[in-house]
């Protein structure tokens, strides 16, 4: 198989575009820099089908690497079978290649190796032509007896023979793939009450759902019921069903041997067959629910990092609580920490004066404008009281509820105690609580992705896939925005194209020891970052106030004599009226003078257009300042605004600006009928919701947006 022509087909790519992009990623270029600097070389490819090319590149050369390995074993083998050889060589897929391999597998003691051991491969192979009279088989059988002193009776050996012939088609790889089609066509699972008690699990007790129908969430929940003692679950498919087709391939017309090859393939359906494809089915449906979750909690992802951040404020940042009381920190408008503290406001009316006093304090001393509440224990107390100190005190100041999820990860982190060693932990959450709205891509790269509460199941993922998948996210929005060169952290840094980790930390180092950074260039100073490094990431890092504009911008330096051959053309200086002038010509004929892309010019212009341009601030900047505080204020029918908190398959959970999210289940999230939710919500997305019915003693929320 041709691993370009398969990737070709595949992403509808022309080969000689997956030829080049394929060497880029073999040198060693990263998704950004390719999507961003290569747009000649992959015809404008965006990061997300150049992820998905990688992916499957790897993937195919897995393939490649598993067929070679799976044909050198089979030559020490001295298999030389033409057909089975040409067969592993044209298989398309990891599964085909094992079934392939299956039967010639080294296995350990089997009944069959035990038969064959003893003698009884002539036996097997009589019945198995299905031409002998049962007498002959009999005859046959005794006289392996005679030589075998091991076998008790000819019954004994016919059964041995039967094991060998049981073993032959659990391994045939077409009965295999028959079988496999089955199951998946036909298939039921089952899952039955393992426990007696209650549990959330408790619609599977008594479940039964067609394999090719049952959702992906619904395969999770009962692999976790299961993993955890409370469900049992099995495939089941009706057995005739899967006899008639083991015997249409194998009992030949007028067999002598009918009864006993009956018998021989019922048993290697029920031992062999049906065990070993129940536990690949399930293995593989387990991994496309896992698949399809990971996707969905990237998608949740990109759009928490993307949300647009809070500019110029001034923030009170709450972390509410009780026994500990409701930590407090002030940020100015470029995130630097201010101050923190303290408070009780819910635990008497002495502490609810102290508190208020406090944040006069406070306010009189930074004038903030918007406090942010953590929407965790006890936040909507902390909200009542904040809200009423702003009614009391007249203060122009919003207050905004927003997700705590992975604030106390981060506070507990070594990177927290680095950039804040003489807080005590539980402040440092206040900190980040407050940062999330200033910027939250900044803020919440340093918190690991799967901590962040926007996906389903995701203790349940494979973490390796799950961990690149939302490093990917990660990656891709971190270049997408830009970062800072001066001012970034190195969790932040280190998401940057080209920059590992290490290298990060030499940045901050570096720009710790020697001053601001006032050009790109000054990086290929930073030890151990070479130009190879240097070529993958200068794009995306900005210097404010640098002496050469095109430093602050997306341009890349290998693109900084084409700006200035392009201003010295039109006779402009680096600024918008250049892009404006450049746009008023042919930009075909301008590109070829240029002697680069058209695609990059255009990048070129719309970056001189737009100067420092972010492009979360082209998103809505939803701000939730609900009334509702409490879930018993809910009442079926009313409409309230809501903040879209997580996006599942099954549907959305909006955030209220009460302690629990409601559900809008995706048959009521729109008038029409909705397959992906993602095509209807993004997290950060601010709704209007009608509240379907309220469980306050099991605290769930049932949502409707039809007709909204």
Known sequence: MNIADKLSHNLQVSP??????????????TIPFIARYRKEVTGNLDDQVLRSFAEQLENLRALEARRADVLRLLGEQGITDDAVLKAVTRAESLTRIEDLYRPFRPKRKTRASVAKALGLGDLAEMIWQQKALFSEINRAAAAKIAVTPELESTQAAIDGALDII???????????????????????????????????????????????????????????????????????????AALELIEQRTIRPQSSCRELILKAL???????????????????????????????????????????????????????????????????????????????????AFKLTE???????????????????????????????????????????????????????????????????????NVRSAVSIARRVQDPLAELVKIDP????????????????????????VESCVNEVGVDLNTASPSLLGYVAGITPALAKSIVEYRES??????????LQVPRLGPKAFEQAAGFLR?????????????????????????????SSINPDLADKARQQDVAALAGQLEIGEFTLADILETLARPGRDPRDDLAQPILDQAILDIKDLQPGMVVQGVVRNVADFGAFVDLGLHQDGLVHVSELADHFVRDPQTVVKIGQAVNVRVISVDIERKRIALSMKGL
């Open 450 to 473: 799967q901590s962040i509460g926007v996906g389903q199941y995701q203790h349940d993922m494979n973490q390796k896939r799950l961990a690149g998948s939302l490093g990917g996210v």
């Open 355 to 425: 508190a208020s006093e406090a944040l006069d304090r406070l306010y009189t001393r930074y004038t903030f404008d918007l406090i942010v509440i953590g929407n965790g224990t006890a936040s909507r107390e902390t909200e009542q009281f904040a809200r009423g100190w702003i009614a009391d005190s007249g203060k122009k100041v919003q207050c905004l509820v927003v997700s705590e999820a992975g604030a106390s990860i981060y506070s507990a982190s070594p990177l927290a105690a680095a950039e804040f060693p003489e807080l005590d932990v």
């Open 166 to 240: 049981a073993e032959q088609l659990a391994d045939d790889p077409a009965i295999r793939a028959s079988l496999r089609a089955l199951i998946w066509r036909e298939g039921l699972i089952v899952a039955k009450a393992k426990k007696k008690e209650d549990s959330v699990y408790r619609q599977y007790y008594a479940y039964t759902e067609p394999l090719k129908r049952i959702a992906d969430h619904r395969v999770l929940a009962i692999d976790r019921g299961e993993r955890e003692a409370f469900l049992a679950v099995s495939l089941e498919v009706i057995p005739e």
């Open 266 to 348: 019922s048993d290697a359906w029920k031992r062999l067959i049906e065990p070993s494809l129940s536990n690949e089915i399930r293995s593989e449906l387990t991994s496309r629910a896992q698949e399809k979750a990971i996707t969905v909690f990237a998608e949740n992802l990109r759009s928490l990092l993307m949300v647009p951040p809070v500019r110029g404020r001034t923030i009170l940042g709450l972390d509410p609580g009780y026994r500990n009381g409701c930590k407090m920190a002030v940020v100015n408008p470029t995130g630097l920490m201010l101050q923190t503290g303290v408070i009780y406001p819910t635990t008497s």
């Open 543 to 571: 210097i404010p106030g640098a002496a050469d504009p095109l430093d602050n911008t997306s341009v890349h330096p290998e693109s900084y004599a084409k700006v200035q051959k392009l201003a010295k053309l039109l006779k």
């Open 16 to 29: 000689a575009v997956v030829g080049q992009i394929i060497t880029l990623l073999d040198e060693g270029a």
């Open 514 to 523: 020697k001053g601001a950074f006032t050009s790109r260039k000054q990086l």
